[in-house]
T-cell receptor, first 116, second 115 residues
Framework: AQSVTQLGSHVSVSEGALVLLRCNYS??????LFWYVQYPNQGLQLLLK??????LVKGINGFEAEFKKSETSFHLTKPSAHMSDAAEYFC??????????????FGQGTELSVKP | SAVISQKPSRDICQRGTSLTIQCQVD?????MFWYRQQPGQSLTLIAT?????????ESGFVIDKFPISRPNLTFSTLTVSNMSPEDSSIYLC????????????FGQGTRLTVV
C-alpha cells in the first residue's frame, strides 16, 4: 500500500528565500507523485507531477521537485519565495492498485508562510 | 483535462438534517472520487463512485452516513446524512481522466458547517 509523509506541518520563510517542502513516500510499485497547492478558501491546484519520466520535474509558479528513488523522496523547492506562495501544500501519491487509478493518498499538508 | 462544477459551494445546516452535494464534470469519466477535508487537516478519501455500480467506501465511512449516487458518466452526488457538528468539513469531488496519468482534478469544494 502506498503512503505519503510530509515533514513539517508549518514552514516559514522570508520573501526571496529558498522554499523547501519535504515529502517522503512509500510504494510497492513505481509511484505517480504529485504536489498540489491550496490557497485559502480555494480548491486544489496541481503544481507538478512525476510519472516516471524525468526525475526533475518543473511545475507552475517556479516550483520544481526531484524524484529520488534511493531516498523515497519527492521534495518541493522554489529558489525564491514570493508573498503569493503562502498557502497549504499537499504531496500525494496515486494509488494504482487494481483499477483505482486516480485515487490519491495525501500527505498531512504543509502550511507555507512567507514573511516580508 | 477536466472541469468540475460542485454545488453548493458552502452551506450552514442544522444538526440532524441531510445535505446533498452535486458534482458535474465536463467530460465522461469512469470513476469519481469524494474526499473530506476536516478543518486544518489533509484530504481523506470517502468513497469511489463508479457508474452503474455501488460506491466503494474507505475504512471509516459507511453508505448509510454518506450515500452516493452515480447515475451517469458525468454526474455524482454525495449526501451527508443525519449531520452533526463533527461533519463540518470541506467536501471535494475529484476525477482522474484516463489520459492524465493518474492526475486528479478537483472541484472547488463544498464548505459545510453544521450547527
Amino acid at each position: 500500500a502506498q503512503s505519503v509523509t510530509q515533514l513539517g506541518s508549518h514552514v516559514s520563510v522570508s520573501e526571496g528565500a529558498l522554499v523547501l517542502l519535504r515529502c517522503n513516500y512509500s510504494s510497492s510499485v513505481p509511484p505517480y507523485l504529485f504536489w498540489y497547492v491550496q490557497y485559502p478558501n480555494q480548491g486544489l491546484q496541481l503544481l507538478l507531477k512525476y510519472t516516471s519520466a524525468a526525475t526533475l520535474v518543473k511545475g507552475i509558479n517556479g516550483f520544481e521537485a526531484e524524484f529520488k528513488k534511493s531516498e523515497t523522496s519527492f521534495h518541493l523547492t522554489k529558489p525564491s519565495a514570493h508573498m503569493s506562495d503562502a498557502a497549504e501544500y499537499f504531496c500525494a501519491v496515486s494509488d494504482l492498485s487494481g483499477n483505482q487509478g486516480g485515487k490519491l493518498i495525501f500527505g498531512q499538508g504543509t502550511e507555507l508562510s512567507v514573511k516580508p | 483535462s477536466a472541469v468540475i462544477s460542485q454545488k453548493p459551494s458552502r452551506d450552514i445546516c442544522q444538526r440532524g438534517t441531510s445535505l446533498t452535494i452535486q458534482c458535474q464534470v465536463d467530460s465522461q469519466v469512469t470513476m469519481m472520487f469524494w474526499y473530506r477535508q476536516q478543518p486544518g487537516q489533509s484530504l481523506t478519501l470517502i468513497a469511489t463512485a463508479n457508474q452503474g455500480s455501488e460506491a466503494t467506501y474507505e475504512s471509516g465511512f459507511v453508505i448509510d452516513k454518506f450515500p452516493i449516487s452515480r447515475p451517469n458518466l458525468t454526474f455524482s452526488t454525495l449526501t451527508v446524512s443525519n449531520m452533526s457538528p463533527e461533519d463540518s468539513s470541506i467536501y471535494l469531488c475529484s476525477v482522474a481522466p484516463p489520459r492524465e496519468a493518474g492526475r486528479a482534478f478537483f472541484g472547488q469544494g463544498t464548505r459545510l458547517t453544521v450547527v
